[in-house]
């Protein structure tokens, strides 16, 4: 088994990584952004396309947790590459144009999508220098928003032109690329798999037991569920918002989520820079708690008196945290993982999959019961908070 990995920068590995994350998130993405003409083609309520995402991140919590044996078994680029078949499994089946085929299309990107950042963790970890961890894997996490950047990109204009079938069609062929490309590295990069590594045994859910570790993998396990969760409120609920009780109109409502998209792509590499550099992730993580309770406690406050300029600000701050915070996290999930990185990372996605499942749709349910955004926002800013406090009681157990 090849140990002697090279101690420089990982650009390309990194940018393998990058990729895969960008286009599986790509595909996924793609049915909320043309959801109504989705929806109008297939006679079903506009509404229920969200269900696709809720889909792929429900089925996405398995990947997450079983993943980590295929990974040891077949190398970090076999299981990429299988994300990627997935990918072209899911734009495939849903080309096909049924409800039907678009609920499988969704499992099937689901039985690999959760795989994304163990596989990525695995690949990058030993082969970066302990300086730049951070920064590499907050860089590698650029690829969830970028991901969503580019579906809005992508599917918008070819969906007017060629319709939306088409438009999943031509996601197949950049897919099909990185695919084939990633078999030419797979030699070198996957030499430290083991072929006798068991799959499918007892113990498969195994991830699960890391957090019998102690209280700062149970703290932080608590966090990553609420502090993703919080991004995804304020991803699925910022618009509505803002158009029904801000008097934003459509366009403007559209601006502020794309000042909170852009500010966690700037965001990300920013914050994996200063950990590497000055201040821990774990000092970070508990940081951007605190200031995620304050954004979406403003948050819950819009209103017509509002101006736009202050709108922005609040939504760049949270972007900035709510949706900046993953890489700190996958870095943190790796350090405290130790010798079982890969299986720690796993469990952090998986607890970060069933925040995005669960948080919004209690949102949901509060919004609609109080008929009100400040309570809901401010209970899940008062959770991003206690996150952040408890992080810093558990700091001394690492």
């Excluded at 689901?110 to 030993?126: D, K, M, N, Q």
């Excluded at 730049?132 to 990109?153: D, F, K, M, Y």
């Excluded at 965001?267 to 000055?278: E, I, K, M, T, V």
Aim: aromatic share 10%; net charge positive; with cysteine.
């Amino acid at each position: 088994m090849r140990t002697d990995l090279p101690a420089s920068f990982p650009l390309w590995p990194l940018a393998a990584t990058l990729t895969t994350q960008s286009l599986a998130t790509m595909a996924a993405y793609s049915f909320p952004v043309v959801a109504p003409v989705i929806a109008k083609d297939l006679q079903v309520p506009g509404t229920l396309v969200g269900f696709f995402i809720s889909t792929v991140y429900g089925v996405g919590i398995i990947s997450s947790l079983l993943s980590p044996r295929f990974i040891r078994r077949y190398g970090a680029v076999r299981v990429s590459q299988l994300i990627l078949i997935a990918t072209l499994a899911m734009l495939l089946a849903c080309s096909l144009g049924s409800v039907l085929s678009v609920v499988i299309g969704a499992a099937l990107l689901g039985l690999a999508y959760g795989a994304t950042a163990p596989s990525s963790t695995h690949l990058l970890v030993p082969r970066t220098p302990p300086g730049v961890v951070n920064l590499v894997l907050s860089i590698r996490q650029i690829g969830v928003p970028l991901g969503g950047v580019l579906a809005g990109l992508v599917m918008v204009p070819l969906t007017l032109h060629l319709g939306w079938r088409m438009a999943l069609l031509c996601q197949t062929v950049p897919v099909i690329l990185v695919l084939l490309l990633l078999q030419i590295a797979r030699a070198g990069w996957d030499s430290d798999r083991d072929p006798d590594a068991e799959v499918f045994s007892k113990g498969m859910l195994s991830p699960v037991r890391i957090l019998r570790e102690g209280s700062a993998i149970r703290s932080l396990a608590f966090a990553s569920f609420v502090y993703s969760g919080l991004q995804l409120c304020f991803i699925s609920f910022l618009t509505v918002h803002l158009t029904s009780k801000a008097s934003f109109d459509l366009v403007q409502a559209g601006r502020a989520l794309a000042v909170y998209q852009i500010s966690a792509v700037v965001s990300r590499p920013l914050w994996g820079w200063l950990a590497d550099q000055y201040v821990s992730a774990r000092q970070l993580l508990i940081v951007q708690g605190l200031i995620m309770c304050v954004a979406a406690v403003l948050a819950g406050q819009f209103a017509e008196s509002w101006s736009q300029l202050f709108v922005l600000i609040v939504c760049a701050v949270a972007g900035a945290t709510a949706s900046g915070f993953t890489g700190l996290a996958y870095a943190e999930w790796a350090r405290l993982g130790g010798a079982k990185r890969t299986e720690a990372t796993g469990l952090g996605s998986g607890i970060m999959f069933a925040g995005v499942m669960i948080m919004p749709s209690i949102f949901s349910v509060a919004v609609t019961f109080f008929d009100d955004y400040g309570i809901a926002y401010g209970v899940a800013g008062g959770l991003a908070a206690l996150s952040g406090l408890l992080l810093f009681a558990s700091r001394r157990s690492t």
